[in-house]
């Protein structure tokens, strides 16, 4: 086996699968912002491609442990690698349900959105994004920032659960409505609780602390 | 420590005065058992070695690693004075056992063997009988009784985990023995005469992979009596086996930690490079 070029490829393919993932997600708040029922039928189909490449980089990686005996560095990685693409996985089944939880808030009476929904959407994707970014560069500072930014997130999904607190009793009829604007905003809250886990990962591969269940 | 000293190649002859000075039962795992500082050693003009710094703890396997020619197999040669039959050879620094200066010209080279056996790269059984290959060393240290030779040639197979292959034919040739067998036999000639510190220069190297994992199973079994240094270019097998391992890249000791630190997280990017397979 040429072990530095499927080391090469394994970075390559869980970043284009973290671009995919990234992609998903952005999809799946457009649909919610534009109240666009076909962005949302896309992403409720399209789940086969981010399997087929978890799959795949499983795979790859089991190879390159078995094969190559990694150490220090390379092992951290490819450890990394097998968590964080699992967990990028999630993050498109999550996308996933956002849309389901979409397309059927709008067979309910149509209620105004909170704002808290579409602030929170936005942060678990800026979230998404920059810990992408800070894997591809190796950013620990970056990373550090997304762990910061989980707190605003908890406080937004609070906002959610305040707002449909209130709006249940106002409106009775939209109680439905109301869950599935809960259900949605308990995904991307998972979204950026993933996005944490994966910043984790990277400080790991990075500098080699494990820095899970700490505030370091 | 012990001040530094230098020495130059002194020749010395075979004596068979036994003089034990101190048995490995007696150390206590974790404290250091050889203390290297500043540690230079020279072939004529080349410096093979230049200021190593080192603790080497008691009851642990430390493995030296590197690349061919970064001076580990000169230091583990210096350890046991082998570099003494090199005229050439010179090292200044510190380098002592349990405190005693072994640079010193007034070592007791041989009881310097006993108390530190080496196991080299390819088995060399003498063309002697399995009993007396083991027999060899306690008879030069005036071992002579019958009962206690039987007792320490069966104590030693058994250490070396070959008693139960041989003990039917004691009595034949050690040539005989498949390859991981010699390794093992001389393993168990090795610890007959009670040593505190086992060298072995790329023990399993010539082994097939089933008489390696065998040798490494006995390593692991032996690291609790005795002080067990290992240089080996195989890095699964230093990561499998010890519990220190020090890096040497041209003559300089770039790092040495815990085993399972230098190969999780090492702190040198050298160290980095060289076990993931990046030089070397």
Redesign the interface.
Known sequence: MD??SELLDLRRNLLSMGALVEQRVTRAIEAIVDHDLDAAQQVRKGDDEIDDMEVRIEQAAMRLLALG????????FILSVMRINSELERIGDLARGCAKRFMRLSNYESIPLPDALTDLAFAARTMLSDVLAALSNEDQALCQQVRRSDRRVDDLQRAVLVWAREEIPRHVSATAAAIEVLAIAQRFERIADIATNIAEDVIFVVA?RMVRHSRD | MTPASTMEHTPTHLDVASSPTRSAESETPGTPAIMVGKFSAWYGAFQALHEVTLEIPARGVTAFIGPSGCGKSTFLRWINRMNDTIVSARAEGVLSLHGEDLLSRSLDVVDLRRRVGMVFQKPNPFPKSIFDNVAFGPRLHRVYSRNDLEELVEQSLRSAALWNEVKDRLHSSALGLSGGQQQRLCIARAIAVGPEVVLMDEPCSALDPKSSASIEDLIRDLRARYTIIIVTHNLQQASRVSDMTAFFYEGKLIESGLTELVFTNPSQKQTEDYVTGRFG
């Open positions: 072990y530095q005996h990694p150490v220090a560095g390379d092992l951290r080699g």
